[in-house]
């Protein structure tokens, strides 16, 4: 089945410790994104990648790395910069982003917690 | 600015009771719109949007909803609801120009009782 799969499900940090959280997707699909999501607030987009090799900033990207060297694929780095990454991560995708007929494509998420 | 407003931040329904959960948006023109369903540690499903044409849509597992213009509304409703509709339901917008990107409202927890 085609699909978004997000890993690990639950992933701890230490002070200081880089982490990686992982998005691979099989829907082909050319748009990818990593939205944060805090108890009682919507969805916070952090980066977005329309193309392979190509990605932007979101509304709330300090503190976060991201890498777009495949289509399917589109790891989101915390960095020890952000100093609140405790939070849901979710990766989406879309067919092309801005289209005007986008929908998004979610992934199950990722919980991050700090230890 | 853009916004999506979603004012219930928590609703309880009995089941078989019928359910409306309210949005309201800011923008500078009719954008999309959308609902998601988010069930606890999940991703987020899609469960209806509006582009054009007829204001009353109908989704998936029985949920409807109606844009309202003259409101700056789109709220979801459902006749009778099941306890697997508990849930986090989300509203989002998104602009009709190429490069707009969604917006989401804080979300409406769903509790239903028996």
């Known amino acids: 089945d085609g699909g978004i799969t997000q890993s690990p499900k639950y992933l701890f940090r230490k002070e200081g410790q880089n982490v990686t959280l992982s998005c691979e997707q099989n829907?082909?699909?050319?748009?990818m994104y990593w939205y944060r999501q805090d108890p009682g607030q919507g969805l916070r987009l952090i980066y977005y990648s329309q193309i392979v090799n190509d990605f932007q900033k979101g509304d709330i990207a300090e503190g976060y790395s991201v890498s777009r060297e495949k289509k399917e694929s589109f790891p989101l780095t915390v960095t020890s910069a952000q100093k609140n990454p405790t939070a849901f991560y979710l990766c989406?995708?879309?067919?092309?982003?801005?289209?005007?007929?986008?929908?998004?494509?979610f992934g199950s998420g990722t919980q991050l917690s700090v230890l | 600015a853009q916004s999506v407003t979603q004012p219930d931040i928590h609703i309880t329904v009995s089941e078989g009771a019928s359910l409306e959960l309210r949005c309201n948006y800011s923008?500078?023109?009719?954008?999309?719109l959308f609902w998601y369903v988010q069930s606890p540690g999940q991703g987020l499903q899609l469960l209806l949007k509006y582009f054009s044409g007829d204001t009353l849509v109908q989704g998936i597992k029985g949920f409807e909803a109606e844009f309202k213009r003259s409101q700056s509304s789109f709220n979801l409703r459902k006749p009778s609801v099941h306890w697997s509709d508990a849930a986090e339901y989300f509203c989002?917008?998104?602009?009709?120009?190429?490069?707009?990107?969604?917006?989401f409202g804080t979300g409406t927890s769903l509790t239903v009782i028996p």
């Open positions: 989002a917008v998104k602009g009709r120009n190429t490069g707009n990107q969604f917006y």
């Open positions: 923008y500078g023109a009719t954008p999309y």
């Open positions: 989406a995708s879309s067919i092309a982003r801005g289209q005007p007929n986008e929908k998004l494509f």
């Open positions: 829907l082909n699909h050319d748009a």
